[in-house]
Each structure stands twice: as structure tokens, then as C-alpha cells.
């Protein structure tokens, strides 16, 4: 174990947390979360709840039986990106940079260039993130994701954005079709994995006019593209954005159109 003073891609809103924490003694794991934009502050603690967890400024939750329990405070997570509020499960996945977030979004949104008349399909859509955003400019927005806490998140934050959808918790290579609907664009944002052969099979089923791929990978990328090309689409463009800054990650939204 080797102990840190500084870190310098913390956000500043949970330096005071972190200098906070005194003796952890009996935890087990520490997660400290923020909505840079919302102010929200939460420490998810697996294992013992310190005695100074009261002083941390935060709320505290522990992990009991799979579920996250709030000792104090609340669980409540929120912030808001490209100017839409999302509500996020206390351990759900959400994108760790807010104003990369932001561009995620506004690139996402370009490439995509959905009118007013389609539908769009926000596959691997967590909390709804491209779906309250971009979608906003969809006539309908279909969601799938294989994690139920999210598309019931994702539920309640298209909503709040005013944009009509149905989102799906099941997963988007095996239930795709539950659906039961066409989409004219796709925003897909799988996990570092990719979507592999049949990921692509199932998103191009409804023959899009054009895909957007939000990536995290590289490697998995130039994989997908060949076989999106194999399946009758036409690499359009990609641009780089350095989400994670001093790492070797790079995240990519690149453009793919039907021929």
C-alpha cells in the first residue's frame, strides 16, 4: 500500500473530503464521488464506517448485501452535463469528466445529426446520457443496457429532459429486438470490450442510416470498424478526446454511414 498526499486530477470540490478521512482502520474499499456542477458529495465505504466519517463533509453510505445504504445524509447523485440534469445510481457508471462529458456530447451530437422525424438508438446508454441530450432532437429515443439500476435512472432523466423514449434493461447482443421498433441513427457507447461481431450484427439490424461510436478503446475500435464496414457501412470520421487526462486512455467518437 503505498499512501497519497496529493493527486492531482482529484477535483477540487473533494480535496477537502480527502484531507478529511483521518484513520481508516476496518474499510475495506473508499469511493469518493462529486457532481462538480450539482455540488453533491458521497463516500461509499465497503467495510467498517470510520468514527471521523462524520467530519468528512459528505455524505457517507456503506455497502450492505449488494445494496448502498445511507449512514448519513443521503445516497443522492447528480450532476449535470450539457446542460441536462442526470440523477446517477451511488455506484453507477458515469462518465469521471464532466467538461470532457460535455464534449463527448456536443461531438456525439454533431456526428449523429438526427432530425426531428427519427428515431434514435442510445445502445450501452447507462443513465441516459446521449439519450436526454442528443436525443432531444429525435422524434423518439430507444435505450437498452444491461444494467437495470441505470435504465431506471436513465428512465427518470429522459424524462425530466422532456424527451420521449422507451428504454430496455437487457442486453443489446441477446434482447435488442424486445424493442420491437426501427431506428434511423444509433449513439452506441459500449464497455472497453467493444462490441464485437455480433454487438455490431445487432446494431445494425435495423439497417441505420448511420452509427456513432463512442469509444474507449482503440484497439476495439479499428476491430468494430472493420466489421461495420463488412456490414455495409462507410467510415466517415473519428475524433480523439483526451478524457482521461495524464493516462494512456483515449477516448474516440467516430462516424459510420450506410452506403
Known sequence: TVPLDVCLLLEPGLRSVFDSL??????????????????????????????????????????????????IGSTDLSEIVADREFDIPPMGFFQNNTRGAD????????????????????????????????????????????????????????????VDHTYLAGSVIDDIEALDAYWDVAIVDPPRKGLGARGVDAITSAMPRRVVYVSCDPASLARDARHLVESGYRFVEATPVDLFPQTYHVETVATFDRD
Not at 465497503?46 to 448485501?65: I, K, L, Q, R, Y
Open 22 to 71: 483521518g484513520d481508516l482502520t476496518g474499510v475495506e474499499r473508499l469511493t469518493l464521488r462529486s457532481g462538480v456542477r450539482t455540488g453533491r458529495r458521497l463516500a461509499v465505504v465497503a467495510g467498517s464506517v470510520p468514527d471521523s466519517a462524520p467530519g468528512w463533509g459528505c455524505d457517507v453510505a456503506t455497502v450492505e448485501d449488494d445494496a448502498v445504504v445511507a449512514v
Open 103 to 162: 464534449v463527448l456530447v456536443d461531438l456525439a451530437r454533431a456526428a449523429a445529426e438526427v432530425r426531428p422525424d427519427e428515431t434514435l438508438l442510445d445502445a450501452y446508454g447507462g443513465v441516459g446520457l446521449f439519450g436526454a441530450t442528443v436525443g432531444g432532437d429525435a422524434d423518439h429515443v430507444l435505450g437498452i443496457d444491461a444494467d437495470e439500476d441505470a435504465i431506471r435512472f436513465a428512465r427518470r432523466n429522459l424524462t425530466r429532459a422532456g
